[in-house]
């Protein structure tokens, strides 16, 4: 009798293991299991809401300690990460997103950092027809270590090595507008 009361506790963590590591799609790397940034993407964009945020951010771009932000390394170029969140986003009904760049992108030179010309050209084209906001890089930072102590936030690293390259996105209700919610608010006076 025993010796099955301490076979049980051990079988349930067994199963229990197997359906946590089974529910998750996984690629082997070395010796560590890690989520694709796509996998993780499409498991959170079903539950993401407004005020949940996706950050897609260059390779220097620290990893934060709030609890709220989940940061995933990519290993792939800024623009195709960029392209598929957008899509992604974009594709979703629920969201809409609200697109913040750092300030100081705009006051990086060529010649302080080579490329930077073509990539603010492509990021311009790439957020054409979208409100992009401007805001310092420290009120960002700030901002997401705010808002994570409440809502999620994914973050995916990127492999561009370009200063101030950051893409902050906010998500906004894809199906209520900010003047609705105006208009609702005005009639409840």
Same mark, same amino acid.
């Not at 197997?18 to 790397?29: D, G, I, Q, R, S």
């Not at 603010?120 to 027809?129: D, V």
């Given at each position: ?33 890690? +989520? !694709?940034?796509?996998?993780? #993407?499409?498991? %959170? @964009? ?9 950050? &897609? ?37 629920? +969201? !809409?997103?609200?697109?913040? #760049?750092?300030? %100081? @992108? ?9 490329? &930077? ?73």
């Amino acid at each position: 009798m025993l010796r099955k009361q301490r076979a049980f506790p051990v079988a349930i963590f067994a199963c229990l293991g197997f359906f946590l590591t089974a529910c998750e799609p996984v690629e082997k790397e070395g010796k560590e299991t890690v +989520i !694709s940034w796509e996998a993780k #993407l499409g498991q %959170e @964009l079903p539950a993401f809401g407004h005020r949940n945020w996706i950050v &897609i951010v260059d390779s220097a771009y620290p990893a934060q300690v709030s609890p709220g932000i989940n940061l995933v390394v990519s290993g792939e170029d800024h623009f195709s990460v960029l392209e598929k969140v957008l899509k992604a986003v974009d594709g979703s009904k629920q +969201i !809409s997103p609200r697109v913040f #760049l750092d300030k %100081e @992108l705009a006051s990086v030179t060529e010649d302080l950092a080579p490329g &930077i010309e073509a990539c603010r050209t492509r990021l311009g084209t790439m957020l054409t027809g979208r409100t992009v906001t401007a805001i310092p890089h420290e009120e960002l930072i700030t901002r997401l270590d705010q808002v994570a102590k409440t809502f999620r936030i994914l973050m995916i690293k990127t492999t561009l090595t370009l200063p101030y390259t950051s893409v902050f996105m906010e998500l906004d209700c894809g199906y209520w507008t900010p003047e609705a919610e105006a208009k609702m608010r005005e009639s409840m006076k």
